[in-house]
């Protein structure tokens, strides 16, 4: 849901800049690698007598393609790192972590708090308590010497906090794959009750005689407590039913070890026993820099045909040229100094004065095109990983079955990669109809299969509609408010009875930087009524104007800001005309050629739209919008600056008031058009009139449903307007109805020069504090990127709060809410389309869907006993 998917939209969210105290990073240092060879560290887990012996004697450990755990834990323990990076990339890291990441107090303890919910609901939290592990991992990382260790650890560190919208991702480590020797699917024995792991295809590196057996234990463990461990390790959930259901259908870890070194050891239930490996496969792009950065094949290795991997690897890891460029545009700013301290420690940035402000700055032209990582690593890509291996993936025999042994469903309206509705015929006569969403892409995209849904449920279904949210990871936020405003406006007992009733309330932690910078967009522009030299005062203003150009120049890319680059060029230009043709006489007329030359420096100053523009609405994505509770209350800072205090993990913690999505919510957008544009009403457009149809809705969940899933799904189940039904996971213990909640998350850091990123995005406001503010100095310097070869780092910002659990619960994210209902079925076969899907996954939705049908409706119903 993040900021890729509000530009798309053309929606400016408010999204939080980092907090990351001057993080003062010998940029220098960390890009020049002046170490001829890698020095050999052995970790821990690895024993030297696992690496390949024609290698022992040599400083090369790394190699693309196939290999073992061990060695692969040798090649990312052989490669250095610079004590500057490490420490500048722990401190960026901490403090973004500290200020940024709203539940960083929740993950150390999150059942230590002051949270209430509202009378009625008695949700339980989910529980993580890793204060001591951060704390001692951040300990043994600040004198960590590998560079692949670190990166590995951080990655572990960061998948235990269960959050899909947080994750410190590093190009080598995320890009490789680590692959079971076996798949398998999960069936329920109807005499014991029990969970039986079936292998339903082997990897080419183990033999096809175990397909079909069933697995008893792994390494001496039950094969469901193995599984469970083995899925908590790419864990993106909090319910461990739901990491379940996402390692069953994508069967591999990101760069990260198994248990036991990746050693197999299973026994089944026939008596037989193997011994198995897990194997991992790093790309030859694993380090994704191009050509001249490509990992060398096992191969070429042993040859002697590689002689720069050293050098390859150590620069795979911490390779960052965003580094040179943000040192070059602090010092063009006259921050001249930028460095770690010995100890790691960050230290305030101090505003070194510029030579001489009056100076133009030569003018600097550049393009840039705007090229974006995807999201999240593509499973489709990791299948085709299998596929070269010659592993059999998710294909299986059923994909060779005849249209006939399809079930009984037809499409009756697809939209391809957003949504279906479907016809499900029953064996009993009846007609069940199922609206499919696979994410929620443009709502003109979802409405065309919407309606053909609930006509088809008023006519053939009694009134019933099941929606599939089977693994939607999410989308457009502004496609979940409509999808519930069509559905549910209309529906008997509905609390979504005003256009702004399905928009929600979100808060956010508070930070020093973020306080300075609104302190200072609230302050008065410079005006030439208080100057005393008003042509001198307008041209030092146009040469820091030109200063913060050719500042954001020192980037190809300008940081991502070329409108703010452009506007600043335009308003020194504008300046400079002003004080050419109007400065002498204007200053020497009367008072009607004062208030004309004061017209136009003002519309100078406009062009280059300080903080936001408007008087300071929009500050590093950050922007008005209203203050709890009152929903249509006008767009202000109000909502920051008023301070919330809240125990979090156990320590008082400052928030932000309750506020909305202002430009993501359009009934809020249509009371202000000033601020976020006029609202044209169409037959087509908002509001969406709303259906009057159905009777019941029911949500089907893998428990994977995330972000704008979990919002639009969660509301209304909470509400009681609508049932929930959820599958798989760990029988007889209970699992969310969905994964990972909404909220407003942003790409921090991206693995591309041209990029978005968060850090980048804030360097516009730093620009305009230095150009209307010179005097001012930053508390500290946030906006630093991480000096590794980052592939993603994200945090959630900001979190979504349910209205019916009351102004005092957690955010939703942190309730385990169960399901109406619990079906005892698994799949490995991947349901999130049907038209396009096997026909074995084609079959397991016909058997969910006839299960769910079979359900009557339960809404959740409060207890107040």
Request: glycine fraction near 6%.
């Amino acid at each position: 849901q993040g900021a890729q998917a509000c530009q798309r939209s053309g929606a400016r969210h408010s999204f939080v800049a980092s907090e990351m105290a001057l993080a003062r990073c010998s940029l220098r240092s960390v890009v020049r690698h002046a170490l001829p060879m890698v020095v050999f560290i052995a970790c821990s887990w690895a024993s030297p007598s696992s690496v390949l012996d024609p290698l022992e004697n040599r400083d090369i450990r790394c190699w693309s393609g196939l290999q073992t755990v061990p060695e692969y834990l040798a090649c990312l323990a052989s490669i250095p790192l610079d004590a500057t990076t490490r420490d500048c990339s722990l401190e960026v890291i901490k403090s973004q972590f500290r200020a940024v990441y709203t539940y960083s107090g929740l993950v150390r303890n999150s059942t230590d708090n002051d949270a209430e919910l509202a009378p009625g609901f008695n949700f339980s939290v989910h529980k993580i308590a890793l204060g001591a592990e951060i704390d001692e991992v951040f300990a043994q990382l600040k004198v960590e010497t590998s560079a692949g260790l670190f990166a590995m650890r951080i990655t572990q560190l960061f998948s235990k906090f269960n959050d899909a919208h947080t994750n410190i991702y590093i190009n080598p480590v995320v890009r490789t794959r680590v692959l079971p020797p076996v798949r398998v699917d999960v069936r329920l024995d109807q005499k014991s009750g029990d969970m039986k792991f079936d292998v339903i295809s082997s990897a080419s590196w183990a033999s096809e005689d175990w397909v079909g057996k069933t697995i008893s234990t792994v390494n001496g463990m039950p094969a469901l407590d193995y599984y469970l461990k083995v899925a908590a390790l790419r864990a993106i959930d909090k319910s461990p039913g739901a990491q379940l259901n996402r390692f069953l259908v994508s069967p591999r870890l990101l760069g990260l070890p198994p248990p036991a070194d990746g050693e197999f050891n299973v026994t089944f239930e026939d008596n037989t026993s193997a011994a198995l490996k897990w194997m991992v496969n790093m790309s030859e792009n694993a380090c994704d820099l191009g050509d001249d950065y490509r990992v060398c094949n096992r191969s070429e290795v042993l040859e002697g045909k590689c002689g720069n991997t050293s050098k390859i690897m150590e620069r795979c890891f911490s390779h960052n040229p965003d580094f040179n460029n943000i040192q070059a545009m602090m010092t063009t700013l006259g921050r001249k100094t930028l460095n770690c301290s010995q100890e790691g420690a960050l230290l305030k940035a101090r505003m070194n004065p510029i030579a001489d402000v009056r100076e133009d700055t030569e003018e600097i032209v550049r393009t840039t095109t705007e090229t974006e990582l995807p999201e999240a690593i593509d499973e489709d890509v990791t299948s085709r990983v299998w596929a070269a291996l010659d592993v059999d993936d998710n294909e299986t025999e059923a994909d060779n079955e005849t249209e006939a042994e399809t079930p009984p469903i037809e499409v009756i309206a697809n939209v391809t990669a957003s949504c279906e509705a479907l016809r499900v015929e029953l064996e009993n006569g009846t007609v069940a109809t199922v609206l499919k969403i696979r994410s929620f892409a443009l709502f003109s995209n979802i409405l065309p299969c919407a309606k053909a849904a609930v006509e088809q449920a008023a006519e053939l279904s009694n009134g019933s509609l099941i929606v599939d949210v089977i693994s939607n990871g999410g989308g457009y936020v502004y496609s979940g408010y409509y999808l519930n405003e069509y559905l549910y406006s209309n529906m008997e007992g509905t609390t979504l009875e005003n256009t702004w009733d399905t928009c929600e309330w979100y808060d956010f932690p508070k930070n020093d930087q973020l306080d300075w910078l609104v302190s200072l967009s609230q302050k008065t522009l410079p005006d030439l009524a208080h100057v005393s030299d008003a042509r001198q005062f307008i041209l030092e203003l146009a040469a820091r104007m030109d200063v913060g150009a050719a500042s954001l120049a020192e980037d190809p890319g300008f940081f991502g800001e070329t409108e703010k680059y452009h506007n600043l060029r335009n308003a020194s230009t504008c300046l400079k005309v002003l004080d050419e043709k109007f400065g002498g006489r204007a200053l020497r007329g009367g008072e009607n050629a004062k208030r004309q030359f004061a017209a136009l420096y003002q519309q100078c100053i406009d062009k280059a739209e300080p903080f936001g523009g408007d008087h300071g609405m929009d500050i590093m994505d950050y922007r008005w919008s209203n203050k709890y509770p009152e929903p249509l209350s006008p767009p202000s800072w109000d909502y920051y600056t008023s301070t919330v205090t809240k125990i979090r993990g156990g320590e008082p913690r400052s928030f932000s008031s309750w506020t909305m999505f202002g430009a993501s919510c359009a009934a809020y957008a249509s009371v202000y058009p000033k601020v976020y544009g006029a609202t044209v009403l169409t037959e087509d457009g908002w509001p969406i009139t709303p259906q009057s149809k159905l009777k019941h809705i029911t949500y089907l969940s893998d428990g994977l449903c995330g972000s704008t899933c979990s919002v639009a799904s969660t509301r209304p189940y909470v509400d009681g307007l609508a049932t929930f039904v959820t599958f798989g996971g760990v029988r007889g213990e209970p699992m969310d109805i969905t994964s990972f909640n909404g909220g407003n998350v942003n790409t921090y850091q991206a693995g591309r020069e041209t990029s978005y990123s968060l850090w980048k995005d804030a360097l516009d406001t730093v620009v305009d504090a230095h150009v209307f503010f010179p005097e001012e100095v930053a508390p500290s310097w946030p906006f630093m990127p991480i000096p590794l070869n980052v592939y993603k780092a994200s945090f959630t910002q900001r979190a979504e709060y349910l209205r019916a659990l009351g102004p005092k619960a957690l955010p939703r994210e942190w309730y385990l809410i169960p399901a109406s209902y619990h079906l005892d079925i698994w799949s490995s076969d991947v349901l999130t389309r049907y038209k396009e899907g096997s026909v074995s996954g084609k079959r397991k939705l016909y058997e969910l869907y006839k299960a769910t049908a079979a359900l009557p409706p339960k809404p959740l119903v409060r207890s107040f006993v």
